[in-house]
């Protein structure tokens, strides 16, 4: 069923065309207009159910993907790679490509605030991919044109393996295995006081040092400390 706006049904036609999808898709239009309504327009019709939905539509989407491609590669390397794909940054960046921001309904401060605006535009995002999979139950409205970009990032990801954040590899690895988050300690260096890598942080595991890393930062730190450990994990998988 159409919205009962002539203008925003318009709108949201003209995203469902930059996506690729005909306009007689099975598409719920409510669902994708609520997917684009930021809180602050109100506070009981907005994205965040939705969004809710998403985030686990996104997550679903990136493992088959993942598990498709690269049928050979471990549950570490699987781990590691989604969460770059899932992340605030990747999410925002695509909602950039497909000119989410155009569509997006914001009101008051927020209409003004850049620092929130990945934020937004990754949650948005989210939330039409919830809109979509709630509108047939299924991917249907969403591989077709989600999976180019996956494969694609995660071809530049593999050979680029910076890009990964080990920390967030980490922890899903640990949850996956045991059920259980890593613990991060860590320590600042008082002297010398013009010491570049201030921090000493190390992960443990059930009472188990896995690994540890220094950094300028926290977190930097606790991400070099998980760079380490989470590779020599991997290592002792593959062997």
């Given amino acids: 069923m159409s919205l009962a706006y002539p203008r925003r049904q318009r709108q949201l ?6 996506l690729g999808l005909p306009i007689a898709a099975p598409i719920k239009w409510q669902l994708l207009d609520l997917a684009l309504t930021h809180p602050t327009v109100s506070e009981s019709a907005n994205y965040e159910q939705l969004e809710f939905v998403g985030d686990a539509v996104v997550r679903l989407v990136a493992a088959v993907v993942l598990w498709e491609s690269y049928p050979d590669c471990s549950v570490g390397d699987f781990a590691a790679i989604r969460s770059v794909l899932v992340s605030d940054r990747i999410l925002a960046q695509l909602a950039r490509e497909y000119g989410l ?3 997006l309904l914001v009101a008051g401060s927020a209409t003004s605030d850049k620092i929130g605006q990945e934020s937004r535009l990754a949650d ?3 939330a039409v991919l919830g809109a979509l999979y709630l509108s047939t139950q299924s991917l249907e409205l969403i591989r077709s044109w989600l999976d180019p970009h996956f494969k694609q990032l995660t071809t530049e990801i593999r050979l680029d393996p910076a ?3 080990y920390k967030a590899a980490l922890q899903e690895w640990t949850q996956a295995q045991y059920k259980v988050l890593p613990e991060y300690r ?4 008082t002297q010398p006081q013009h010491i570049q890598e201030r921090f000493l942080a190390e992960v443990w595991l059930n009472g188990q040092k896995l690994g540890e890393g220094k950094g300028r930062s926290i977190k930097a730190a606790e991400q070099a400390a998980a760079k380490v450990a989470f590779l020599a994990l991997n290592t002792q998988e593959k062997s």
């Fill in 101 to 103: 921001e155009l569509y």
């Fill in 163 to 165: 890009r990964l954040n």
């Fill in 13 to 18: 036609e003209s995203l469902v065309r930059k």
């Fill in 186 to 189: 860590v320590i600042e260096k």
């Fill in 124 to 126: 948005a995002f989210e």
